[in-house]
Structures are given as C-alpha cells and as structure tokens.
C-alpha cells in the first residue's frame, strides 16, 4: 500500500491516533492533520517507531478554521498528486463549555464537525478523483438518536442564533451537528457519485477518552467521564472499523451509507410514529437512524449554508 495516501484529521488522539497506526502499520503513507503540533510530534514519532513506516506525515490543521483549511489543502497539493482516502474524524465536543465561534463566525461545534469537512472535502477533490478507489468517511455519532423524536430538529440551520445562545448546550449542539454530518454524508455520495467517490458514516457509539482529554474537562464532567470510559470499547475498536470501510472490497460500491459498529448498513426508520416496544428497540438497537435524515428540504439548506459560508462556488 505504499502508493495509496490517507488522509485522518484530528489523529493524536483516541480513534484518530489508533486509525493512523492502523493504516501505517499496512504500509499506508498516513498524514496526520493535527491541530496542537507539540503533542502531535510525539504521537507521530510514536506511530513511526511503532510500524517502521517513515511514510507518516504531521501537518498542521484546525478544522473549524477555513483558513487553516486551506493552508492544509494547499500544502498538501503540493506534495501530493493524489489522495486515496479522506478520514473526517476531527470532532469538537468539551462538556461544560460556553457558546463559542470559530475565527469565522460559526459556531464552534458546527464550524469544527461541519463545515470544516465541507469545505476541506471541496478542496481536496481533484486529489480524489486521481485515485482508482476515493472514498471519503465520516465518524458520526448514536447521539443522532436524540432525532427520534420528531420534534427535534436542527435549530442551527433555522438562524435562531439568539436563542441558541441564550439556551446554549455543548452536548445539543454536538447532536445537532452529528445530525447534520450524517445529512451531508448522504448529499455528497449523491453529489460526488458520478466521480467514483465513495462517501459514508459510521455511527461511533464512544471511545474511551485518554488522560489528557479528560484533564481538559471541568471538575464536575471528568468523574462523568471516568465512569463514561469504563463501559466503553478501546479506541482500536472503531479505528479497526474506519479501516475496513476505507479498504476492503466489499465496500468499493458502497456510498451514501450510515454503517454500525457491526459494519451493518443501518436503515432509516418508518415514518409512522412506532408503538412503544418498538420505539425503545430503535432507541437502544442499531438497525435504524432517524427517518429525518430523508428530509431533503433540510439537506438541501444544509449544502445552501456550508456553500456560502465557504464560499465556494459549487453545485
């Protein structure tokens, strides 16, 4: 695998650090798109001593910033005629913090889980067309189970940005923009079909969290953390699963997929409003998303509004 590139953001830590061992361990050049480049040089070296694979790259990213965003793709285009897979695995979500904006005026969470990936995935385009096998995926979450209730909805995309910050939620807003992420993953499979490029989600269910990220968290959420992580599978358990969708051959066709931990295609919901028992297996099962995910008027806004927040001229 010494010809095919991967791409992994946010990869020194948790999934995204266990995902790039994994692929450099197969021989992959991996380039890891950091944001702190002093503790990301020490996971690096980490990852080359542990697979003698000198084909890894640390680069620095911030994906909630576009300008970071393009410096990143710029760089990289320069190096690099061709991109093979794409891992959208960067996430923002810190408990307790207060309503924030990126350098470009987007939410924080939103700026980071969304529209960085939007527009980075647009910039690196011609890179992916160039590989005989593109795929592109994303790490979603089963936080996006909160949309089985058909009252949610993803205030974001309404422009109540009074009220979002007056009821400002980390951990809603990190549900909205998981739900969101899983809307775009299905608009660009359709959009980037004709390409060849395949684009899918993975429902990550948890990963137990390092020291270090939960030293970040506020006193009264890191003992939530602690007892969090001791129900939760190692990071190696997804990045296993980021591996086989990007790689193996029984996925080469497959796009515009939410994928379980099981590497199960799940599937959208009934419309009909279901009976109890039935509700509480779609609540604790993964086997079904939330039907809102077809909702293409909210698909079609959610392009519309990382379009022109990117500003990029594009379908």
């Not at 695995?89 to 889980?113: K, Q, V």
């Not at 592109?136 to 109540?160: C, M, Q």
Request: net charge positive; proline share 3%.
């Amino acid at each position: 695998m010494k010809n095919k590139t991967v791409i992994i953001t946010g990869a020194n830590s948790g999934i995204g650090k266990e995902a790039a061992l994994r692929f450099a361990k197969e021989g992959y050049k991996v380039i890891m798109g950091c944001r702190n480049l002093e503790i990301s040089r020490k996971v690096q070296k980490e990852i080359i001593e542990a697979t003698t694979n000198n084909q890894v790259e640390l680069m620095e990213l911030d994906t909630s910033s576009f300008e970071s965003i393009r410096k990143f793709c710029s760089a990289f285009q320069s190096r690099y005629e061709q991109l093979d897979i794409l891992i959208h695995n960067a996430a923002y979500f810190n408990h307790g913090e207060p309503y924030r904006e990126s350098a470009d005026g987007i939410e924080l969470t939103f700026a980071t889980n969304v529209f960085g990936p939007f527009l980075m995935t647009h910039l690196l385009l011609d890179q992916l067309r160039k590989s005989e096998d593109p795929r592109i995926l994303h790490a979603g979450s089963n936080i996006i189970k909160h949309f089985f209730d058909t009252k949610r909805k993803i205030d974001y995309l309404e422009g109540k940005h009074e009220e979002i910050i007056k009821s400002f939620s980390v951990y809603k807003m990190y549900a909205e923009s998981k739900m969101a992420l899983t809307l775009l993953t299905f608009k660009m499979a359709e959009k980037f079909e004709q390409d060849g490029i395949k684009v899918n989600v993975l429902q990550i269910n948890g990963a137990k969290m390092s020291k270090e990220t939960i030293q970040k968290f506020k006193p009264k959420y890191k003992m939530i953390a602690w007892v969090q992580n001791l129900f939760i599978p190692p990071a190696s358990y997804m990045a296993d699963k980021y591996f086989k969708i990007c790689t193996e051959e029984d996925f080469k066709r497959t796009t515009g997929k939410l994928f379980n931990d099981k590497l199960e295609i799940m599937q959208p919901s009934p419309k009909e409003f279901p009976g109890f028992i039935k509700q509480m297996k779609q609540i604790t099962g993964t086997s079904v998303y939330p039907a809102y995910e077809e909702n293409t008027n909210v698909s079609d806004k959610l392009w519309a509004l990382c379009k022109d927040s990117s500003r990029l001229k594009i379908g």
